[in-house]
């Protein structure tokens, strides 16, 4: 074998499959190269603002 490549993220709180893309488009830049070991880097945290709640449609009507 000449080089291999493993990807693990938490599973409880992560979608593997929707992880992937992500995960192999930062790996690539080490694609093929001695990385010397393990690299973890961490990303930078995200933010999320929430507005108000908006009520965009009844499932059911009013119950009588």
């Known amino acids: 074998m000449l ?19 992500g995960l192999a488009q930062y ?14 880097k961490h990303v930078a945290e995200g933010q999320v603002e929430m507005g108000e709640p908006t009520l965009v449609e009844y499932l059911f009507g009013p119950r009588k």
């Open 27 to 40: 790996a690539s830049i080490y694609f093929g190269q001695d990385s010397h070991g393990l690299v973890m």
């Open 3 to 21: 080089w291999q490549t493993r990807f693990s993220i938490n599973e409880p709180r992560n979608d593997f499959t929707k992880a992937l893309p």
